[in-house]
């Protein structure tokens, strides 16, 4: 009866193993995928230096009294560093985000994986969804203080307002589009609809689950700033408005290019983890 | 051929990018127009200056008022040549960014009043070790407080911030907070919601600029006439209104002002002129070096000024030839 659910995961098992047993298969694949590696390495870095290069330029010109060069910038991130007040700052702007991640994650998966399944939770839920998606939420902050303050509550809500609608929807229409002829091919076999679920739906919908989940950390990063730049400024949105207030201009970037560059490298390293944990067909292909 | 045009588009991406960053903000340059950044929405508290703007128009000036989402947005736009007149008290920003801009009119003196809640405190030294609710950091409603706290002699516990009078008042009146600092509208409001409840601490000789007007020192030479003209009609209206406060109420049906304002606040016009008239809220020169001097000393305790405020000088924040140029032309 478990047939073929097994046989699925035995297709990957040599996979896994290779990944696993590491470089005795891998390397000559390897040595190839190094050099285009290596290639697209230098191109990356050749555009990081022109966008830097642009930036100091543009702050020499300079093209407004109030744009810092790029340099004075990296220094202001550096003093700030020092002085202990941006990691201070991060450590106060992660409590809202990772809780409201955390939230949006566990309650907006489970929440799409049942829309998926079931009608009557599509019906109910997909509306509200759709319209928390499509509407500009950074007008409804304020409305979130009128009910719950200006305190934590509120700032996680706002991560929340932002994340939670589009890891519902991509794990809502990641389930709806599983390949029927998978699920055909298990009900053929007789699997249980927990069977189905767990070893036919849930691993082909896995993909754009998790691409749901970036898509929704990066909009958790959105919410954050704004709620800390409209609600109080604590954490990252202080810096920001502080900073802008008494006119350091070069430590407002610092902080502004620092959360750019936490939200990206925290996004592709969930990529590279989702690949290494869940993909080992695409670290193959894609390393 | 995949890889050539990757490259292509990055490569397009890239120039486009540094186009963009390099690209400098185009400055308007219109004669006899003046384009005046509020850092703030017009409110009762803005109307002489609207005042005075519409009798400007009178006399033939092209005056044109947007009101930005804050006072630090008001100055970029000035700094970016997008508008020619800002108001505010960029200190900072003058200060730092060596941007060629110039204070030339004082419009009004900060007025804030330290309140507490009467059953807890009594007076400063109640405070401290205690919590007292400030606008921001680096505001002066921050100033005010740590000003008096050098003055007495006491430490707060800690200093925490809540953006907006009317929250804070809003907090007071629930009971949230103990200590803090309102504007004149919100202590009113205190004032008449719960009486006796709440004490007002007493603040001598704090005195700094809160509202003034700044400009591009190469906008003040090239539409000198124009600056002047404006600076003449905020002298009689400023005068005007102290001299007669009810005059202001008048004046908004005249040019039909502020018409959004609901009824039941339309009372709260006199008493807000009145009450700043008393207080000299609003100055009638234009600025003076004292003035400025008051203002380097305060704005060095909220941050906003850096160094030994003694040895800032008046004339790399301020030019005073326009006040000058208007008290002259007014005869005074």
Redesign the interface.
């Known amino acids: 009866m478990t047939e073929l659910p097994r046989a699925s995961f035995n297709e990957r098992a040599p996979a896994r193993a290779a990944v696993a047993e590491g470089d005795g298969i891998a390397v000559p694949l390897r040595a190839g995928a190094e050099r285009a590696g290596d290639h697209v390495f230098w ?1 990356r870095l050749a ?1 990081i230096a ?2 830097c ?3 100091e ?2 702050g020499r ?1 300079p ?4 744009f810092p060069s790029f340099f004075e910038t990296a220094l202001a991130f550096g003093r700030m560093i020092a002085d202990g007040s941006l990691p201070k700052a991060y450590v106060s702007t992660l409590q809202p985000l990772l809780l409201g991640i955390a939230i949006s994650a566990g309650l907006g998966i489970g929440l799409g994986i049942l829309m998926g399944l079931r009608r009557t939770a599509e019906w109910f839920g997909a509306p509200v969804f759709i319209v928390l998606q499509s509407a500009p939420v950074a007008a409804l902050i304020p409305l979130i203080t009128f009910v719950y303050g ?1 305190g934590l509550t509120s700032k996680t809500l706002a991560v929340i307002a932002l994340a939670l609608p589009v890891i519902v929807l991509n794990s809502y229409k990641a389930v709806r589009n599983v390949n029927p002829s998978l699920v055909a091919m298990a009900r053929s076999f007789l699997a249980s609809r927990w069977q189905q679920i767990l070893r036919i739906i849930l691993p082909d919908a896995s993909p754009l689950i998790f691409a749901g989940l970036r898509l929704g950390i990066a909009a958790g990063f959105i919410g954050v700033v704004l709620a800390e730049l409209l609600i ?2 604590t954490g990252i949105g ?1 810096l920001i ?2 900073h ?6 070069a430590e407002m970037y610092a902080v502004i290019v620092s959360i750019i560059l936490f939200s990206a490298v925290t996004l592709s390293v969930l990529q590279k983890l989702e690949i290494v944990l869940f993909r080992p067909e695409q670290r193959e292909a894609g390393a | 051929m995949q890889g050539l045009l990757k ?1 292509a588009v ?1 490569l397009g991406a ?1 120039a486009a ?2 186009v963009a ?5 185009a400055a308007e340059a219109a004669e006899g127009k003046i384009h005046v950044a509020l850092g703030d929405v017009p409110s009762i508290e803005t109307l002489n200056l609207l005042i005075a703007v519409e009798r400007a128009k009178e006399r033939g000036l092209d005056i044109q008022v947007t009101p930005f989402k804050s006072e ?1 947005v008001a100055a ?1 736009a000035v ?2 040549g997008q508008a020619d007149v800002g108001v505010g008290t ?1 200190y ?2 003058i ?5 060629p801009i110039r204070l030339f009119y004082q419009m009004s003196n900060l007025r804030f009043f330290p309140v507490v809640d009467a059953s807890v405190y009594k007076d400063w030294k109640d405070l401290n070790g205690k919590e007292v609710v400030v606008h ?4 002066g409603t921050e100033a005010i407080m740590k000003m008096m706290a050098q003055r007495n002699g006491i430490e707060y516990g800690s200093i925490s ?3 907006g009078s009317e ?1 804070r008042a809003g907090a007071m009146l629930q009971g949230n907070i103990k200590a803090t600092v309102v504007d004149a509208a919100n202590r009113r409001l205190l004032e008449e919601k719960a009486p006796g409840k709440f004490a007002v601490l007493p603040m001598e000789n704090v005195n700094a600029t809160d509202e003034a007007l700044f400009a591009n020192t190469e906008f003040l030479e090239r539409e000198a006439d124009a600056v002047t003209v404006l600076a003449e009609e905020l002298m009689k209206t400023w005068r005007e209104i102290n001299a007669n406060p009810a005059v202001a109420a008048e004046l908004r049906k005249k040019y039909n002002l502020l018409p959004d304002l609901p009824a039941d606040e339309e009372g709260e016009i006199v008493a807000y002129y009145t009450e700043s008239a008393e207080s000299k809220a609003f100055p009638e020169d234009g600025g003076n070096p004292g003035a400025v001097k008051a203002d380097f000393e305060f704005y060095a305790v909220s ?2 000024l850096e160094g030994d405020p003694a040895s800032l000088k008046v004339e790399d924040f301020w030019t005073f030839e326009v006040a000058e140029r208007a008290r002259k032309n007014l005869g005074q």
């Open positions: 191109w555009s022109i966008v290069g642009a930036w330029i543009a010109i093209i407004n009294y109030a200006i109080t400024p202080d408005t502080y802008r207030s008494v006119a350091d201009y | 490259r990055r890239a990018l540094a960053m390099a690209a400098p903000v630090d970029q700094v970016g960029p900072a920003m200060q730092k960014v060596k941007a921001s950091r680096g505001s911030y809540v953006p929250v941050g906003q």
